[in-house]
């Protein structure tokens, strides 16, 4: 079993945290926290400005700051046209193929089927399909991205599985591998109405704690055909009033928010990246204590 370069902060996990905890460049933050985490995730948050981004602000040289990487993919994607959002998300994902990214560690994977069938499942372990440490030593390939499903309202939650599906074959013509992608609860989307699409096309989850906090989505903690493939956890607290966007520190939550923050943290594969979606170096550094209690 893959344990922690930095027993110190998280022993035994992969802890990873976001390209912005302080002020200054995607460079910097890297630069700063290659000595505190394992695993940066790189914030591509709006698609125009990230689309012009080059070796000045990914330089070969991240490469060489023992890190692994993964990418937050925009939040403003065109999910209404499935082609022109999996092509935005496969560019951006070639801009950081020159980095390494981290393993993909759940015990079943589907690899591409070269008879024409999208996947089928293989006997092998995840550690054959990447290679056998935390972070893969050869950039691009298999760069793990989060991504926003689409919202749907309560009337039609149909519409969101066909979207996404759509966008599940629009990224497969381009030659791309669903697994790597992340699918991230959120409001409007608790994951469930995609169950089956995410069995499908092994779509790896991503599971967002403020998000299942401030949205009451008690009822993906009760799937475990989906917690089994949680791949990440965003580790983070919701303001009070639900504010979109606010990512506070874990010692904020009350006791009720406390105890449903735990219930998360014992609902995850052992395999599972610790994404600290917090802001603030300050922010991680109060809630690494509860966090290391939870595990």
């Not at 940066?40 to 012009?52: H, I, P, Q, T």
């Not at 560019?91 to 193929?97: F, G, S, T």
């Not at 599972?272 to 170096?281: G, H, K, N, P």
Request: charged residues 20%; glycine residues 8%; proline residues 5%.
């Amino acid at each position: 079993m893959f344990v922690s370069s930095r027993d110190s902060l998280l022993p035994g996990r992969v802890l990873a945290a976001p390209s912005w905890v302080m002020p200054g460049t995607i460079v910097e933050n890297c630069v700063f926290l290659a000595t505190m985490v394992d695993e940066v995730g790189l914030l591509f948050m709006e698609s125009a400005s990230c689309l012009a981004y080059d070796k000045q602000e990914l330089p070969d040289f991240l490469a060489d700051l023992s890190l692994s990487y993964h990418v937050h993919l925009p939040v403003d994607l065109p999910m209404h046209e499935p082609a022109r959002a999996a092509g935005i998300c496969a560019a951006l994902l070639d801009a950081a193929a020159h980095l390494p990214t981290g393993n993909f560690r759940r015990e079943e994977v589907w690899r591409e089927n070269l008879t024409g069938a999208p996947y089928r499942k293989t006997g092998g372990s995840a550690d054959e399909c990447v290679g056998g440490g935390a972070r893969s030593s050869q950039g691009g390939g298999m760069m793990r991205a989060v991504i926003h499903p689409p919202r749907h309202d309560s009337a039609d939650a149909s519409s969101a599985a066909r979207s996404m599906a759509a966008f599940a074959e629009a990224w497969l013509l381009l030659g791309k591998h669903p697994s790597q992608l992340l699918l991230e609860n959120v409001r409007g989307n608790d994951l469930t109405c995609l169950a089956g699409l995410v069995r499908e096309y092994d779509f790896g989850l991503c599971l967002d704690m403020g998000h299942v906090l401030a949205y009451g989505q008690d009822t993906l903690l009760c799937r475990h055909d989906l917690l089994r493939r949680v791949d990440m956890l965003h580790v983070n607290a919701p303001a009070s009033g639900c504010r979109a966007g606010a990512h506070l520190p874990l010692d904020s939550l009350d006791a009720a928010g406390r105890r449903q923050a735990e219930r998360i943290c014992k609902s995850i594969p052992r395999h599972t990246v610790i994404m600290m979606e917090l802001f603030s170096w300050q922010y991680i550094e109060e809630s690494l204590p509860l966090i290391r209690a939870w595990l």
